[in-house]
């Protein structure tokens, strides 16, 4: 059969490159090419993000585009993984798009493809026991020449209903992939050639999976793997690994989870720790279950256990009710903790979340932007106040690649998750370097090769 090549592209995340590869995989094996010429390809899959207002708006405008394609040339095309509700509504009756497919249906994806190619068009419901355990991972971004790091999920889903977010209703319940598929794969990966692996979920701290019997009951004596207990085995399975995880929240961070990342070497010193608001009244509204000083506790003990550990946050902007006392509440966090990086947001209502359906959106665009920019330009200087500490040191760097800005530099990341750019010397990508760190700016550290 002809009209078999497809082209991926990511609207999202860290989870969404992960599904891509995910969906490369089920793809091969069902005899389709990964194309890397969009305009050369059959099928077009976007992987879509609705987690925040922009992603969709990026979505649309792209999908604009595809329509002139469409005319000029048969294609199919289909909308997959994070699409809200509104996508799908706008989508449904324009001749675009062949296929919606949600996250846990992209085994589907050949089906959706042959039935849309007889004129059908095709969407698949929500399920929510898929973790896609036997599936192994298949690199789909071909122009992408780092075969070094990757991204493998181990839970899927999300059961903490914040507020603002349309994850648990995109992506469904939680649940946990078993370990021994994990470790398995982590082990191929390995053996494949890759130095680097992040373990993803929506909340990785909450990870947990039990041991069933023949009749889907509790294994006797019981067999419980948590976070910790799976962190613990990989390091020791890939010990020539690099291991890093994402996303913590700080609701669930346990004391095991950071005892084990300081007794492993290959575990990484950064844990990403999304606060979203530094204040008590708006964290309660969000439905974070934690409050300022909990957090600050945890960030303290964090230091304690691994004094070199970075932490990077996410923090929302403009949240509903929130005042210019809630503003500063964030903003005397932030100087408290000085954070290494971390991302930013204004507010964006998502459609069928709480805070759209029970909150008001009533803080205004100009005061959220001008928060916003208050709370980037503090980040900026405690990035560049962070990098100062990395001044003179010799680090461990696992170079990725040659660096955009300059050829003659190779470009890696430190065990901190922060980017080194050094001189290029014999090494290879893929290697690690030792680097003595001789200056920085507030988002990269420049360094010499250490002999
Ligand atoms: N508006 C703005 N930012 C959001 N995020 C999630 N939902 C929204 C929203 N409705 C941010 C949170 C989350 C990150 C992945 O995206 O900070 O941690
Ligand atoms: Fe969304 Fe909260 Fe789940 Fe993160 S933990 S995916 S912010 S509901």
Known sequence: MKNKNFYIENYGCQMNISDSDIITSILLNNGFFLSKNLEKSDIILLNACSIREKAEFTLKKRLEQLKFLKKKKRIWIGIIGCFSKTIKNFFIHQKIVDFFVKPDSYREIPNFIYSSMEGKQYFSTVKNNETYADISLINSNKQNH???????????????????????FTRGRERSRDPYSIIKECKRLYQNGYKEITLLGQNVDSYVWEEKNEENKPKKPKNIVEFSKLLDLIAQEVPFMRIRFSTSNPHDMSNEVLKVISKHENICKHIHLPVQSGS?????LMNRKYTREKYLLLVKQIKDIIPECSISHDIISGFCNENEEDHQDTINLMNEIKYNYGYMFSYSPRPGTYAYRKLKDNVPEHIKKNRLREIIDLQRNHSFYRMQEHLG???????EGVSKKNNQYWYGRNTQNLVVVFPKESLNIGDISYVKIIDTTSATLIGKPYK
């Open 146 to 168: 780092n075969k070094i790091t990757t991204f493998l999920s181990i839970t899927r889903g999300c059961n903490n209903m914040c507020t603002f977010c349309i994850v648990p």
């Open 280 to 284: 008590n009244k708006i964290l309660k």
């Open 393 to 399: 040191k010799i680090e461990e760097v696992l170079i």
